[in-house]
């Protein structure tokens, strides 16, 4: 499932939301453009390596991708749910909420895989604080979810809270399933990270407040 929007209207443009796409769209455009000796050089300085952290590494991580799949999913998901919350938030509170989510996703990640080589990339973590944030202001939005059923593609309206928590409890299954790999299963995924970003949401959504609830079905929608 890809979720595409939601139904709430916002009565601010997202531009923290685009910009966070824009900007990631445009440090991978920099990957793909870039020899295999200056990609594994640019992985090297940029992505999170557990077993050769560097602080920086958690902010600078969350703007790189591996592929086109994993870029264009992880921003139909910062766009489907995070706009509203950026309306709900405020601009600077909510890219202020969205790094830290992000950051708190790493370290995580960082705990249960301390020792792996595998470079760390994506903005997937700060999404799953944003998904868990979601969860708790607007657990009755609806999500015009993109849908895969066998063969065919389809376009369906989700209820917010089951897809989130949908969502959550396949990261949970997975994360479990990946403490029991081996080191020449290590790679894929970053569950934990997920799990970790997802939960560091809710508490800051709830520590940093957002503004009074306003909307109404007349007002303008992104």
């Not at 000796?37 to 600078?60: E, I």
């Not at 607007?138 to 389809?154: D, E, K, M, S, Y």
């Not at 790999?181 to 990270?193: C, E, I, L, P």
């Amino acid at each position: 499932m890809f979720p595409l929007r939601d139904d709430r209207p916002v009565t601010t443009p997202p531009i923290v939301t685009i910009l966070l796409i824009i900007v990631c769209a445009m440090v991978f455009f920099h990957e793909i453009t870039l020899d295999d000796f200056s990609r594994n050089d640019f992985m090297a300085r940029y992505a999170m390596v557990p077993a050769h952290f560097r602080l920086s590494t958690l902010v600078t991580s969350m703007f790189m991708h591996a592929g086109w799949m994993h870029i264009i999913g992880n921003m139909l998901f910062l766009w489907a749910f995070g706009k509203s919350l950026e309306d709900a938030m405020g601009h600077l509170k909510f890219l202020g909420f969205y790094l830290l989510c992000g950051v708190a996703a790493g370290f995580v990640h960082l705990a249960f895989n301390f020792y792996s080589h595998t470079p760390t990339v994506g903005a997937s973590g700060a999404i799953a604080g944003v998904m868990g944030a979601y969860l708790l202001k607007f657990p009755r939005a609806w999500i015009h979810t993109l849908v895969f059923v066998l063969v065919f593609v389809t376009t369906t309206e989700i209820p917010a809270w089951f897809f989130v928590i949908f969502w959550f409890v396949t990261q949970l299954f997975n994360g479990y399933g990946s403490l029991v790999q081996t080191q020449v299963s290590d790679g894929g995924t970053a569950w934990f990270a997920h799990i970790g970003g997802f939960l560091a949401g809710m508490l800051l959504v709830t520590v940093m407040g957002s503004r009074r609830r306003y909307l109404r079905p007349s007002d303008a929608r992104w």
